[in-house]
């Protein structure tokens, strides 16, 4: 037993009671929901996973007697909970690792269970505010939408090494020890992980740097031009290769060709919508609202996350699950006139 552990474990049961035991506990959770986000896919699946973490702490506490470091110790629980979840279902994706892209004049298809895909989650679940400047942009981009699409097609194992690894830095015996498994083990599923997301053009050392003033300006120019529903405006502002997604539907389009006609044609109801602003995945998001007949108000259709790169556009993600979407991010039922 190390003198750290030794000293926690004695300042937690000196100190214990349901409150004082619960305020531990309750100390880790943003840590752990972004490391079962980024193992799982789903902030739901990730909450859930966190709360069985901190329910198994809880139950098995006097069995802890600080043998490790209670960060250490919860992280183990939380692997466990990942490892099991991954098992019993199929690995989550984004519309466009299931097929090639779509013309705007094709059928969308039927929508798929929530379960298909990689799903959103608040910037407020999963990163601190705090810290030192590098640590938080790799923060970022290890919750982006596309490393945690990539990181899904690592077997399981593979996915917790490489983000202890990678993103939380412990070493390599911490690992090992976690895993109950060699540092040698843990260095070779290291170099497969890496070698997997370099194969999917992703790798875990990309930075994301915080939101400077072009962007800024380049998002505002694109809420007045989809407000303004001024096509013209919103397809110069998107890369060439732009991509538009929809979960829960499988069609994805690529190119502003043909997004506008999507946006002209199948997608014209977007007309006249109203943009909430919002976070997600590292990326600007915002909630958009759909007229909702006359007098009016707006109802939730979508939350978009937007993917920029070189001053352009690059992705517009749709997600059409507002019922779980919106209380998630705490977005507006209605607005209002």
């Not at 799982?40 to 802890?64: K, N």
């Not at 110790?73 to 939380?78: F, G, N, T």
């Not at 400077?212 to 529903?229: G, H, I, N, S, T």
Request: hydrophobic residues 45%.
């Amino acid at each position: 037993m190390t003198d750290l552990a030794t000293d926690e474990a004695a300042q937690i049961t000196a100190t214990r009671g349901p409150v004082d035991l619960e305020l531990r506990l309750e100390q880790h959770r943003l840590e752990l929901t972004g490391y079962c986000y980024r193992m799982l896919g789903s902030a739901f699946e990730a909450e859930d996973a966190v709360q069985e973490t901190l329910l198994r702490a809880w139950r098995g506490f006097d069995r802890f007697e600080g043998r490790a470091a209670l960060r250490s110790w919860l992280y183990r629980i939380a692997t466990n909970v990942c490892l099991d979840m991954v098992k019993a279902r199929q690995r989550r994706a984004r519309p466009m690792d299931l097929g090639p892209s779509k013309t705007a004049d094709g059928p969308i298809g039927a929508a798929l269970p929530e379960a298909t895909w990689v799903g959103p989650v608040p910037d407020s679940r999963v990163l601190s505010a705090q810290g030192d400047p590098a640590e938080l942009a790799v923060a970022r981009e290890t919750v982006r939408l596309a490393f945690v699409a990539a990181m899904q097609h690592l077997p399981a194992r593979q996915r917790a090494v490489l983000i202890l690894r990678e993103v939380l830095r412990w070493q390599a015996s911490e690992v090992a020890e976690l895993l109950d498994t060699t540092v040698a083990s843990v260095n070779s599923a290291l170099q497969r992980a890496r070698a997997t997301l370099v194969a999917s053009d992703v790798t875990a050392t990309q930075t994301a740097d915080p939101m400077d003033d072009a962007q800024r300006a380049l998002l505002a120019r694109y809420v007045d031009a989809f407000e303004r529903y001024d096509l013209d405006s919103l397809t110069a502002l998107l890369h060439e290769d732009a991509t538009l997604s929809m979960p829960p539907y499988a069609l994805w389009l690529r190119g502003h060709v043909e997004i506008r006609r999507w946006l002209l044609g199948p997608g014209a109801e977007c007309r006249g919508s109203r943009m909430v602003a919002t976070t997600a995945n590292g990326s600007p998001a915002f909630g958009q609202y759909r007229p909702s007949g006359p007098g009016g108000r707006h109802e939730p259709w979508a939350l978009q996350v937007i993917e920029m790169s070189a001053g352009r556009i690059v992705g517009m993600n749709a997600f059409l699950d507002t019922a779980r979407l919106f209380p998630l991010f705490g977005l507006p039922p209605r607005l209002e006139p």
